[in-house]
């Protein structure tokens, strides 16, 4: 670091994507505190809370409603920033996630600040998310313009930030053109030292011990649903399994909505899919732990014989990473998204994102050819250390990043 720094962390469920970045600066002695909502605390940083102290309008104009409630938690943030700065406290960086629209007044209570946002995603009616995949697809003048006004917030932070920081090309693609060369590329980072192969693993889950080796297929996701192809997953699953008589499959992920639509009132998405192919499946061998502890999760990607991975052209799950830097075969999506980070047939396999059949062929190929695939392992890891560890590549980058920040090189 070039001198002593005041930084300050914003996110409304801190310490979100800056759990590695603020210790670290902290660590090296700059004064760092946060401001959020929810959330832990960590070591070295003072945390300020701060709560809304109104609900949103009744009846609010629904292309509006999303806008509003962006200003109130902005509002509660500057509020809490204000007192910050009666206390003497004057950051030199403030580094934030405009999502939730927090950072929306930082400025006018700091002017002299340097703003760096995260900016994960710029949404579009057509050509992303909104309109890929047809059976979800909602495209009416009402929900295409209640996607454009959610653009509002972020428009607001990128017209604020002195600079921002995507994590992949892809997500930085998605921004407008005239904010784009004021957008570093750099990935949060996994820890590949712990993310990695274990060839004695062993998970015990349920009735059953499942080592590496074994025929196992993994899905993984914080919720399952169709954002994230998990529709498209279990249709595959009749084929698969007739197929590969001695596969064992573990869906990891809750019941709740992170991305996208949420399911008719009363049901959710991972039970509709699941009944859609109950009939056609031996549930006996297809496991749902919902959410478990981190070390189980490594474990669960550890034993993996063939690890899927799917999303429409949204932001990359950092699951994806981490089952590459624990050397899984990676069977992903042929979406933007995924193939940034595997290249068919080199570190991992794409398939259609629509096919369930070709999925379905593909993970049973890989399970049947184990050791023609093992290459697509050692090339997955390597990808995973080259390109997005932690320590030795993405940390670095972003603690230079806000160093030119600071020191008006940006």
Request: glycine fraction near 6%; charge should be neutral; charged fraction near 20%.
């Amino acid at each position: 670091m070039i001198y002593i720094m005041n930084v300050l962390f914003v996110h409304q469920n801190f310490p979100g994507q800056f759990k590695h970045l603020a210790p670290a600066l902290a660590k090296a002695g700059h004064e760092v505190k946060a401001l959020l909502i929810d959330g832990a605390g960590l070591p070295d940083i003072e945390l300020h809370r701060y709560r809304p102290t109104r609900s949103s309008t009744a009846n609010m104009h629904p292309w509006a409603a999303d806008f509003e409630t962006k200003v109130i938690r902005g509002e509660a943030c500057a509020a809490a920033a204000v007192q910050l700065k009666a206390g003497g406290f004057m950051p030199d960086v403030i580094v934030a996630n405009p999502g939730w629209g927090e950072s929306f007044f930082l400025k006018d209570v700091w002017p002299n600040a340097r703003m760096l946002a995260l900016i994960e995603f710029f949404y579009a009616a057509r050509g992303l998310d909104c309109d890929f995949d047809p059976e979800f697809s909602q495209s009416t003048l009402a929900n295409d313009a209640r996607v454009r006004t959610k653009n509002a917030n972020m428009l607001l932070a990128l017209a604020t930030m002195d600079h921002g920081i995507c994590p992949t090309a892809f997500q930085r693609s998605t921004v407008p053109a005239a904010f784009q060369d004021r957008l570093s590329v750099i990935f949060d980072g996994i820890d590949t030292n712990v993310v990695r192969a274990d060839p004695k693993a062993e998970l015990k889950i349920g009735n059953r011990t499942l080592r590496a080796g074994d025929e196992v297929i993994t899905f993984v996701n914080r919720n399952l649903e169709p954002m994230r192809g998990y529709h498209k997953f279990m249709r595959a699953l009749p084929e698969i399994l007739r197929a590969r008589t001695n596969a064992v499959v573990i869906i990891l992920g809750g019941d709740e909505v992170s991305y996208g639509a949420s399911a008719p009132a009363g049901k959710t998405w991972k039970q509709i899919f699941l009944d859609e192919v109950r009939a056609d499946i031996d549930l006996n061998r297809v496991i749902f732990p919902g959410r478990i502890p981190y070390a189980d999760y490594l474990r669960v990607l550890q034993v993996s014989a063939c690890h899927v991975y799917l999303t429409v052209p949204f932001v990359l799950g950092w699951s994806c990473i981490e089952a590459m830097s624990a050397g899984c075969v990676v069977v992903g999506s042929a979406t933007p998204p995924v193939k940034e980070v595997i290249e068919h047939q080199k570190n991992g396999l794409l398939v259609d994102f629509f096919d369930s059949a070709a999925l379905a062929k593909t993970m049973i190929d890989v399970l049947a050819q184990t050791a023609a695939y093992a290459h697509l392992r050692a090339a997955a890891r390597a990808t995973a250390v080259t390109r997005y560890d932690l320590a030795t590549v993405c940390l670095p980058q972003q603690l230079q990043l806000i160093d030119r920040l600071a020191a008006g090189a940006l």
